[in-house]
């Protein structure tokens, strides 16, 4: 698995690396395909990262150095993109990583650690790379004893005192699954590349061999199944699917089968995978930021249809409440959203009385962006309402846009037309963030058509200054 941590960290440094431009055209492409089905391969593997990448970057997320970064590798696919506090079963936190080091250096084995990041450091230095991962297994297994010591040893006090230092309230649950993932480092890597790199559809062929690489794997040890499917899901293009190895274990799609199995543990990843994913959705719709909300609906609507779809849950099972209770919280988030866009765009669009325009000044760009990135969210919302309980909401919006457009850019272009030179540049913005807007709502067609009444209204303003 360290090859996969090492491939995954020179992803993200090539998406940090790129300029704003360069990564927004990067999203639009990668969105756009993702929606259409027409995606290169990894596709959501790599919007993941932008979108996480964009929100390191507003929180200036903490680097580790070399020899944390090699301790760690072998954790990689087990790290989850979300507040500790969250339940994610044989997932760690991504954010704990730096205090799990500083935990480790500080308290838990200071000396060893000094020991060995000098180690490193040294062998690094002199290019030796292979040196440098022995001495970080070494270091792994220390600290791998030293857990198991601490934890056997630990009272209410310890716990608390954990607690405190990495600032979770599920510090406990954390320290032992890094332990349980270092200790069955080998194992679990054998696992990863047996597997195929990247799964598009666990199904058919491909899931016999995956549900045999797995049963291979837990067959001395049935305990490894948790971070064995943890392992699968890290493959998995839709993370949802893992579920199709419970219903294949169970030999059927009910729950009561399900739940008889051990397999069952994956329908409980699958469902907390789902969750974090809606919680995703939430913050990026309020950033305001635009990063791929889009591809990012799709996959929690694709989630929710899939599980509901290929397990029957029953309304009443733990499960079936469970979906329930998602599915009510994506609705509310959306709703809370879209709602708005009538608004917004009225607002924007709004004629001015010449006394609230500066001379020579323009709409703010980074607002209509952000509106036009809204309304094609609200229109691909539309796709999904059905089964995200948002069709009532989705139309009567998008008939609402539809109105304050039609009529709004008649005012916009007789604005345009008659306005003096000092406000004709903001008078062309307001007119210019209206084709943005139609290209979303009406099409490009109808956009086309107002623009080109656009340059006509303007070059009768030009005309008519110029006769002055």
């Given at each position: 698995?360290?090859?996969?941590?090492?491939?995954?960290?020179?992803?993200?440094?090539?998406?940090?690396?790129?300029?704003?431009?360069?990564?927004?055209?990067?999203?639009?492409?990668?969105?756009?395909?993702?929606?259409?089905?027409?995606?290169?391969?990894?596709?959501?593997?790599?919007?993941?990262?932008?979108?996480?990448?964009?929100?390191?970057?507003?929180?200036?997320?903490?680097?580790?150095?070399?020899?944390?970064?090699?301790?760690?590798?072998?954790?990689?696919?087990?790290?989850?993109?979300?507040?500790?506090?969250?339940?994610?079963?044989?997932?760690?936190?991504?954010?704990?990583?730096?205090?799990?080091?500083?935990?480790?250096?500080?308290?838990?084995?200071?000396?060893?650690?000094?020991?060995?990041?000098?180690?490193?450091?040294?062998?690094?230095?002199?290019?030796?790379?292979?040196?440098?991962?022995?001495?970080?297994?070494?270091?792994?297994?220390?600290?791998?004893?030293?857990?198991?010591?601490?934890?056997?040893?630990?009272?209410?006090?310890?716990?608390?005192?954990?607690?405190?230092?990495?600032?979770?309230?599920?510090?406990?649950?954390?320290?032992?699954?890094?332990?349980?993932?270092?200790?069955?480092?080998?194992?679990?890597?054998?696992?990863?590349?047996?597997?195929?790199?990247?799964?598009?559809?666990?199904?058919?062929?491909?899931?016999?061999?995956?549900?045999?690489?797995?049963?291979?794997?837990?067959?001395?040890?049935?305990?490894?199944?948790?971070?064995?499917?943890?392992?699968?899901?890290?493959?998995?293009?839709?993370?949802?699917?893992?579920?199709?190895?419970?219903?294949?274990?169970?030999?059927?799609?009910?729950?009561?089968?399900?739940?008889?199995?051990?397999?069952?543990?994956?329908?409980?990843?699958?469902?907390?995978?789902?969750?974090?994913?809606?919680?995703?959705?939430?913050?990026?719709?309020?950033?305001?930021?635009?990063?791929?909300?889009?591809?990012?609906?799709?996959?929690?609507?694709?989630?929710?249809?899939?599980?509901?779809?290929?397990?029957?849950?029953?309304?009443?099972?733990?499960?079936?409440?469970?979906?329930?209770?998602?599915?009510?919280?994506?609705?509310?988030?959306?709703?809370?959203?879209?709602?708005?866009?009538?608004?917004?765009?009225?607002?924007?669009?709004?004629?001015?009385?010449?006394?609230?325009?500066?001379?020579?000044?323009?709409?703010?760009?980074?607002?209509?962006?952000?509106?036009?990135?809204?309304?094609?969210?609200?229109?691909?919302?539309?796709?999904?309402?059905?089964?995200?309980?948002?069709?009532?909401?989705?139309?009567?919006?998008?008939?609402?846009?539809?109105?304050?457009?039609?009529?709004?850019?008649?005012?916009?272009?007789?604005?345009?037309?008659?306005?003096?030179?000092a406000e004709r540049a903001f008078r062309q913005s307001q007119v210019d963030?209206?084709?943005?807007?139609?290209?979303?709502?009406?099409?490009?067609?109808?956009?086309?058509?107002?623009?080109?009444?656009?340059?006509?209204?303007?070059?009768?303003?030009?005309?008519?200054?110029?006769?002055?």
């Amino acid at each position: 698995m360290a090859g996969d941590a090492d491939a995954a960290e020179k992803l993200r440094n090539y998406l940090r690396a790129l300029k704003p431009g360069a990564r927004a055209l990067l999203i639009a492409e990668l969105e756009r395909g993702v929606l259409h089905g027409t995606s290169p391969e990894g596709a959501e593997l790599v919007l993941s990262e932008l979108r996480r990448s964009l929100r390191d970057g507003a929180t200036s997320a903490a680097r580790v150095d070399d020899a944390a970064r090699l301790f760690f590798a072998p954790i990689e696919p087990f790290l989850v993109d979300d507040a500790p506090e969250h339940n994610h079963r044989g997932r760690i936190s991504r954010s704990l990583v730096e205090p799990l080091w500083v935990w480790i250096g500080n308290t838990l084995l200071p000396d060893d650690t000094r020991e060995y990041s000098t180690q490193v450091e040294q062998a690094l230095t002199r290019g030796e790379t292979d040196q440098a991962e022995m001495n970080a297994r070494t270091f792994q297994d220390r600290v791998v004893s030293r857990i198991a010591g601490m934890l056997e040893g630990s009272d209410d006090k310890e716990r608390r005192r954990l607690t405190v230092q990495l600032g979770t309230s599920r510090a406990l649950e954390d320290v032992q699954a890094l332990r349980r993932i270092l200790s069955e480092r080998d194992a679990l890597s054998m696992l990863a590349t047996q597997l195929p790199g990247h799964v598009t559809a666990l199904t058919g062929p491909v899931l016999e061999n995956v549900k045999m690489k797995v049963d291979a794997t837990i067959a001395s040890k049935p305990d490894r199944l948790l971070y064995s499917l943890i392992v699968v899901l890290s493959k998995l293009a839709a993370p949802w699917q893992l579920i199709r190895l419970a219903v294949k274990a169970a030999g059927g799609d009910t729950a009561k089968k399900i739940v008889e199995t051990p397999y069952s543990v994956a329908v409980h990843i699958a469902l907390e995978e789902v969750d974090r994913r809606v919680r995703e959705l939430a913050v990026d719709l309020k950033s305001g930021r635009g990063i791929a909300v889009s591809a990012l609906l799709k996959e929690v609507h694709d989630s929710l249809r899939g599980l509901r779809s290929e397990i029957d849950m029953g309304a009443e099972s733990p499960w079936g409440k469970q979906l329930v209770a998602v599915r009510a919280e994506v609705s509310k988030i959306l709703t809370a959203e879209i709602e708005l866009m009538p608004g917004r765009v009225r607002r924007l669009i709004r004629p001015r009385a010449s006394k609230e325009i500066a001379p020579g000044t323009m709409m703010d760009a980074g607002d209509v962006a952000e509106t036009e990135a809204l309304i094609g969210f609200v229109t691909v919302c539309r796709n999904y309402a059905s089964e995200l309980a948002i069709n009532e909401v989705t139309q009567r919006v998008l008939k609402s846009m539809q109105q304050a457009l039609d009529t709004g850019t008649r005012t916009l272009l007789d604005g345009l037309r008659g306005c003096p030179p000092a406000e004709r540049a903001f008078r062309q913005s307001q007119v210019d963030a209206a084709v943005r807007f139609c290209a979303k709502i009406f099409g490009q067609e109808y956009a086309a058509l107002l623009a080109k009444a656009a340059e006509v209204a303007r070059h009768d303003n030009e005309r008519k200054a110029a006769k002055a």
